[in-house]
């Protein structure tokens, strides 16, 4: 029996499932927003939160760790100096993680994403969700109106 056993296994086994979660959460560092099934956002969004603290501790040994969990790789095959940068800018989830998402969520102890419900899906009707990072919205959307009304009234004067 399983009682008292809470993992979601999402109809895979341990392997799969550990992969395919480490792939939503490597895509949502990247993407800043995925969308997906309620199930598997439910499942995925321990693994995200538990990366971001690891990347709040910013230490070598959380720098390994969360590489070992989301198994990242190197670009594949030699890459010139440009190509070498905008694949670190672009595809590198440790420093993203670690030099950009981590940082913004310094002053939050817990809760770094947020779960959004979408209609169904057509083929099978299972319920679809967003996932996506908290403060990713909340700071781009009401910043930029007042930063505008700011220098309207600043001008006025």
Not at 21 to 34: D, E, F, G, T
Not at 98 to 126: C, H, M, N, S, W
Not at 146 to 154: G, R
Request: with cysteine.
């Amino acid at each position: 029996m399983r009682h008292l056993k809470k993992t979601a296994k999402l109809g895979r086994q341990f392997e799969h499932r550990n992969a395919m979660l480490a792939n939503m959460v490597c895509s949502l560092i990247k993407h800043k927003r995925i969308t997906t099934t309620l199930a598997r956002a439910r499942a995925a969004r321990p693994v995200a939160e538990k990366m971001v603290t690891l990347g709040k501790k910013g230490t070598l040994q959380a720098r390994r760790l969360a590489a070992a969990r989301l198994r990242t790789r190197g670009p594949s095959g030699p890459l010139s100096k440009a190509e070498k940068q905008k694949w670190r800018a672009n595809e590198d989830v440790l420093r993203i993680l670690f030099d950009d998402i981590a940082p913004a969520f310094k002053g939050r102890v817990g809760g770094y994403t947020r779960i959004v419900k979408l209609e169904q899906r057509p083929g099978d009707a299972a319920p679809k969700a967003i996932l996506e990072w908290v403060d990713e919205l909340v700071a781009t959307a009401p910043a930029a109106p007042a930063k505008e009304a700011d220098k309207k009234t600043a001008a006025a004067k």
